[in-house]
């Protein structure tokens, strides 16, 4: 079966410090792959998707970077955090869109 | 384009008593629909998906939605809540083709004892 991992649970970091969150998907192959924000009270929103290795789209201008450097492995980065990147960070996995996806965990990014 | 609106960014109920949760979509094709259910500080987790089979889709925990074409609802019920019921819930909708979900922007649904 398929399973998806995401790590750490939880990271506090410093103003302008640098961010790697990581996702990693077993049990199928090239998968669609996602990372979205939970900010306090604002929904879902998506920030980059990608349909195979190194291909990568960005759904929004933002601080932050993403790279998909092999088949099931997603990397969400920054070089300098902002306070307004805190939330909620998830990744998620697809096949067919018809099934929906399946998500990570989740990430609690506090930056102080 | 597609889109989802979830009415009642809130929703209170009291342990017992019926679960409504309103999501209304927007689709120029035969869309796919998904509610999702979110714990705190967990991810999302599928309650139920409609892809073109039977219009009322059973999911877990108890939850039902029913698929009214003419009405582009795909509401979400539970007959009794529960006290674990406590969550956010959204709704999604698919095209099936571009792989990519619309999520609604969530209903948090309190339960009451």
Known sequence: SQTIHQWPATLVQPVGSPLSLECTVEGTSNPNLYWYRQAAGRGLQLLFYSVGIGQISSEVPQNLSASRPQDRQFILSSKKLLLSDSGFYLCAWSGDGRYGYTFGSGTRLTVV | ?113
């Open chain 2, 1 to 113: 384009a597609q889109s989802v609106t979830q009415l009642g960014s809130h929703v209170s109920v009291s342990e017992g008593a019926l679960v409504l949760l309103r999501c209304n979509y927007s689709s120029s094709v035969p869309p796919y629909l998904f509610w999702y259910v979110q714990y705190p500080n967990q991810g999302l987790q599928l309650l139920l998906k409609y892809t073109s089979a039977a219009t009322l889709v059973k999911g877990i925990n108890g939850f039902e939605a029913e698929f009214k074409k003419s009405e582009t609802s795909f509401h979400l019920t539970k007959p009794s809540a529960h006290m674990s019921d406590a969550a956010e819930y959204f709704c999604a909708v698919s095209d099936g083709a571009t792989n990519k979900l619309i999520f609604g922007t969530g209903t948090l649904l309190a339960v009451q004892p």
